[in-house]
């Protein structure tokens, strides 16, 4: 197992006092290569998990390990990829991709050269000089995935990563991430409150309900790779969907 | 920039009419040259100023004075500003000192400035510098915090430590309010070159202003302040060209001012 997650706990001191669980007995593995969607409302603490597996948020309790050592921090094994592509304006496409390279003191001209192959893979060869400010918000949201790969991390971790962007452009994203998945063979943990999007990325949907955060359903996706979009349409595709809306009509509205 | 492209000729016209009526005023209502001068007197004594070399040789002073204590109040406002916004213990520690003496008046400790420090060039610099220092040191602490939360938390995420997110993105984001303090501290240097010379020295275009107030010299006077208002319009110019070539990737002339 690449990620160990066991008995994961999260809880908030309100200012008040009153404590918060954000997250209650959070259990599951992810296997190396494996594509893990998880899907859940507003407030079910899977941004939450996110950020503690990415170590930047300490867990209040059990046990979360990455190729079997626990995570204390963050780590270069990890890539994050934000909800906002949260590029810094004054760098070029390049300075921004091999930011973490910078903060690591890493050999800069070896992963130049691999952050060219990156943005190649991407479809953005020849913006590295472009400031972020002269890319689309998909391009820049582009920037930030292959900013994540730079380090040539074994996770990816995405925290709602298309949210931000129109569904024409958030569709061609999605295969596109499948594409860079399958060339890449990075394991990827991706946070989405869109039940579909989940169901069309993943190899296994994480589903989570709120009030504590904890996991209501792990369910395993059989639906043949390639994906391609035309199999939203088809029956097996609406009855993964239907399973998952039904975790959630139980306990009220959906956001999505 | 289009819309300012426009305004220019209106700007200029405004001001030609302003100068007509009042050299017309001056002329027709007959006021002594002793109480206002007409604007074609000013010109005059302005070009005798220059022709004279008076202007340059006192204006010389007078600039040293100002980018002296700019270089040494604004640069001292940026390192003082860093060093707490870095460390903010030391806010709390020298922070209040520094706000109180803000609240003194820099103009009434001119005089023991001038005691202190000699009727020659480094009573003015002492006075430009302290006018100049608070502007800088204020802006420069309220730039450090106007990262967002987010750019924080992505640079955290890529392990990046204390210092290089300082360094790489909380000074980048300050940029733009240091230069609106330094933009300031400029200005604010020149009154305090010509506080330092009203109050003693040996040289200075304020030091020739007062020379020219013994003289009943108006119209002579009014050139000077002419020059003086050059001095600061290219000063503040010059300011403005090198932020926009520090800080390129904002292109809007959002002005971000603060503490003045």
Redesign the interface.
Same mark, same amino acid.
């Given at each position: 197992m690449l990620i160990e997650v066991d008995g994961l706990e999260k809880v908030y001191t309100t200012r008040q006092g009153a404590r918060v669980e954000a997250l209650s007995r959070v259990s599951f593995n992810v296997r190396e290569g494996e594509f893990i969607t998880v899907v859940g409302p507003s407030g079910c603490g899977k941004s939450t998990m996110l950020k503690v597996l /990415? @170590? +930047?948020l300490a867990r209040s309790g059990g046990h979360v390990r990455l190729a079997g050592s626990p995570i204390e @921090? #963050? +780590? #270069?094994e990890v890539g994050?990829v934000?909800q /906002?592509p949260?590029l810094?304006?004054?760098r070029t496409v390049m300075s921004n991709v091999l *930011? #973490?390279a910078? *903060?690591?003191r890493r050999d800069m001209r070896r992963h130049r050269h691999s952050a060219e192959g990156l943005l190649r893979m991407v479809g953005l060869d020849g913006f590295a000089t472009k400031?972020p &400010?002269e890319l689309s918000g998909g391009m820049q949201q582009r920037v930030g995935i292959v &900013?994540a790969l730079v380090n040539d991390p074994a996770v990816l971790l995405m925290d709602e990563p298309f949210g931000a962007l129109d569904a024409m452009t958030r569709e061609q994203m999605n295969l596109d991430l499948l594409r860079i998945w399958q060339e890449s063979r990075k394991t990827v943990l991706l946070v989405t409150h869109s039940i579909p999007e989940a169901v069309f990325l993943a190899d296994r949907i994480i589903v989570m309900s709120p009030r504590p955060g904890r996991i209501t359903d792990i369910i395993t996706v059989d639906i043949p790779r390639p994906r391609r979009l035309e199999m939203i349409n088809s029956p097996e595709f609406g009855a993964y969907v239907q399973r998952i809306r039904g975790h959630f009509g139980a306990s009220g509205s959906f956001d999505a | 920039m289009s819309g300012r492209r426009f305004a220019a000729p209106w700007a200029l016209l405004g001001f030609l009419l302003l100068l007509a009526l009042w050299e017309a005023g001056v002329r027709l209502s007959g006021v002594s040259p002793l109480i206002l001068p007409a604007p074609s007197a000013v010109w005059f004594a302005l070009l005798d100023g220059f022709r004279s070399g008076q202007f340059l040789t006192h204006g010389w002073v007078t600039l040293s004075e100002v980018l002296g204590g700019f270089v040494l109040g604004g640069g001292g406002g940026l390192l003082l500003g860093c060093l707490i916004g870095r460390f903010p213990l030391l806010e709390r520690v020298i922070y209040p000192s520094i706000v109180a003496f803000q609240t003194v008046p820099k103009v009434a400790i001119a005089p023991i400035v001038v005691i202190w420090f000699g009727f020659g060039l480094a009573s003015k610099v002492a006075m430009a510098a302290m006018i100049a220092f608070f502007p800088v040191i204020a802006n420069t602490l309220v730039g450090l915090r106007v990262t967002p939360a987010e750019q924080i938390e992505m640079m955290v995420a890529f392990a990046g430590s204390r210092g290089q997110i300082f360094w790489k993105l909380r000074m980048r984001n300050a940029l733009p309010y240091i230069f609106a303090g330094l933009d300031i501290a400029i200005v604010l240097a020149v009154i305090g070159a010509i506080v330092g010379e009203f109050v003693g020295a040996q040289g200075g275009l304020g030091y020739l202003i007062l020379q020219r107030n013994f003289t009943m010299d108006m119209a002579g006077m009014f050139a000077i302040l002419v020059v003086l208002a050059a001095i600061g319009m290219i000063l503040h110019g010059l300011t403005r060209w090198v932020q926009r070539k520090v800080i390129f990737w904002i292109d809007d002339e959002q002005d971000r001012v603060v503490g003045a």
């Open positions: /990415a @170590g +930047t @921090g #963050p +780590t #270069p994050v934000f /906002a949260i810094l304006p004054w *930011l #973490p910078e *903060l690591q400031y &400010r &900013r | -």
